[in-house]
């Protein structure tokens, strides 16, 4: 099994990071840099940053400031990367890795069961020539069949949201390695808390640092972490003023300068500094709330009034397996179905503590009807094809006493 969690040093080498790296003045955390500008003593050092030959310097905030920089070390160690990339949000890193990794004419393989947000971005590239194949991730006959001549990539999340399938990540990892596709792995519900991606052969690791690593649903977010696993040298759509040096910082380098430079993804300083203190507590939250999320998930599946509890540590989980074997926890994120969905309105009004709300991974309990909201724009089809119950809850579990989650369901449902 996977475990981070138990290896010590995780949550030692996190909550000591921004000493490990040298803080200014003794301070504990990274401070808050707020200039847009970086000068230099010399010109040719100005130079040397513009044209990458002087590693560690800035020149202008869009591409990223020292307390990014921190944020991304930190990210980096978490994930056992080779470097990483921060993001205004979570889909600023996605749409930077279809966009500035793959062009017209070239053809990605998806999981069919991502986030929303994500379904939409990928009809967006399909207009702009780059072809989709959205298949049953959690067999890797199927990615292996949707493979063609010009595919360059495939797209996996470790817990599909809002059903919490489980793609066959090692054996997709495997195939990807053998054909020489780019692997990108969203691992924004496990985080490298319960999992990491470079474990199973990733070449791109995605967060949506809002979520797991921030924790606290007051910070927007996202990276892009490069395992070190792929080689870039023999990948085409490098452009070639980024084929100098070192070939392992051939992908992070297009990413930065067109996903950030060009495309103004940055992230701020200020929000940065939020993730940085919010990940210290990463390791806690995480077993916390998925010791609870497994306790109500249980207790949520022998209720007459529901008709169905996704949660990949449940036995009866279709992938219940494969999440013991790689992840050492299943996370917050749960799918709930009610039996009778015309009730599914009454129910969610009915509970006291979760809060009716979008969004994942804070410390206070979520919920949110799927289909007439986050799912709404796929249409029925669509969501039936992703495992979406017309019936089904959202919901995103926090830091609450598990026995209080339960009186509240137990009323609710009652």
């Known amino acids: 099994m996977n ?13 000591h990071a921004d000493r ?27 130079i040397g940053v513009f044209q990458g030959t002087l590693k560690g310097g800035f020149n202008y905030a869009r591409q990223g400031t020292p307390t990014t920089a921190a944020l991304e070390a930190k990210i980096t160690g978490l994930e056992q990367g080779f470097g990483s990339i921060s993001f205004s949000t979570g889909m600023a890193a996605i749409a930077a890795i279809f966009l500035t990794l793959l062009r017209a004419g070239d053809h990605l393989v998806s999981s069919r069961y991502v986030f929303g947000n994500t379904n939409s971005v990928l009809g967006t590239i399909e207009g702009l020539g780059i072809a989709v194949d959205k298949v049953d991730a959690c067999s890797v006959d199927a990615v292996a069949a949707a493979i063609r001549p010009t595919t360059r990539m495939v797209f996996v999340e470790t817990i599909a949201n809002p059903a919490t399938q489980i793609p066959d990540l090692a054996a997709i990892g495997a195939l990807c390695r053998e054909r020489g596709l780019v692997y990108v792995v969203d691992n924004t519900i496990t985080s490298p808390a319960l999992f990491r ?58 990413l930065r300068k067109k996903g ?55 036995e009866s989980h279709p992938q219940h397996a494969r999440a013991r074997q790689w992840f050492s926890g ?21 509970l006291q503590l979760p809060i009716k709300a979008t969004g994942l991974g804070d410390t206070r309990t979520l919920i949110i009807p799927v289909a007439p909201t986050i799912f709404w724009e796929a249409g029925p089809a669509a969501r039936a094809a992703m495992g979406i119950a017309e019936g089904l809850l959202r919901l995103s579990i926090g830091l609450e006493e598990a026995d209080d989650l339960i009186a509240d369901f137990s009323q609710a449902l009652g």
């Open 3 to 15: 475990d981070p969690t138990g290896d010590r040093r995780l949550t030692t080498d996190n909550v």
């Open 20 to 46: 490990r790296f040298g803080v200014e003045h003794g301070g504990i955390h990274k401070p808050i840099h707020t200039s847009v500008q970086y000068g230099f003593d010399r010109v040719e050092d100005l």
């Open 197 to 254: 991606p470079r474990d199973v052969q990733a070449s791109l690791v995605v967060n949506s640092l809002t979520k797991t690593i921030a924790g606290h649903g007051e910070a927007l977010g996202g990276a892009v972490t490069d395992t070190g696993l792929f080689d870039w040298s023999t990948y085409p759509n490098i452009f070639p003023a980024y084929r100098t040096g070192d070939a392992k910082g051939w992908g992070l380098q297009q």
């Open 260 to 314: 950030l430079r060009d495309m103004g993804g940055t992230l701020s300083s200020e929000q940065a500094h939020r993730i940085s203190v919010g990940a210290e507590t990463l390791t806690l939250r995480v077993a916390r709330c998925s010791q609870t999320a497994l306790t109500l998930a249980r207790w949520l599946q022998q209720h007459p009034k529901i008709g169905a509890v996704h949660y990949p540590f449940l």
């Open 330 to 350: 299943g996370s917050w994120l749960m799918g709930v179905e009610l039996r009778d969905a015309s009730t599914l309105v009454e129910v969610v009004n009915r």
